[in-house]
Nanobody, 121 residues
Framework: QVQLVESGGGLVQPGGSLRLSCAASGTMLRINIMGWYRQAPGKERELVARIGSVGTTRYADSVRGRFTISRDNAKNTVYLQMNSLKTEDTAVYFC???????????????WGQGTQVTVSS
């Protein structure tokens, strides 16, 4: 019912910036929660940031102050602005959408395909 299309991943040097975008389509229902998760080699998938329909946010401690999540409800799109990137941020980043969920709940049922972010000199 919901398709998520991501863009913006790539290779960036430490200290650099990158912006990820994820557009949702395939449904006329409002998506309550949108967010980003990431999975680094040898690690489990972890929360990066989530945002509610009215702009409330949740961030992982490791990215707070460096990353900013935002959304454009008219375009059904969520963004992740990543600044001051570190090598530890290297991971596959996944977009996630939850039609009914809460900010601190489990991830929603819909996932993007994942986009690689590599931070390296």
């Amino acid at each position: 019912q919901v398709q998520l299309v991501e863009s913006g991943g790539g290779l960036v040097q430490p200290g650099g910036s990158l912006r990820l975008s994820c557009a949702a389509s395939g449904t006329m229902l409002r998506i309550n929660i949108m967010g980003w998760y990431r999975q680094a080699p040898g690690k489990e998938r972890e929360l990066v940031a989530r945002i509610g329909s009215v702009g409330t946010t949740r961030y992982a401690d490791s990215v707070r102050g460096r990353f900013t999540i935002s959304r454009d409800n008219a375009k059904n799109t969520v963004y992740l602005q990543m600044n001051s990137l570190k090598t530890e941020d290297t991971a596959v980043y996944f977009c996630n959408a939850d039609v009914y969920g809460t900010l601190f709940g489990r991830p929603g049922d819909y996932w993007g395909q994942g986009t690689q972010v590599t931070v390296s000199s």
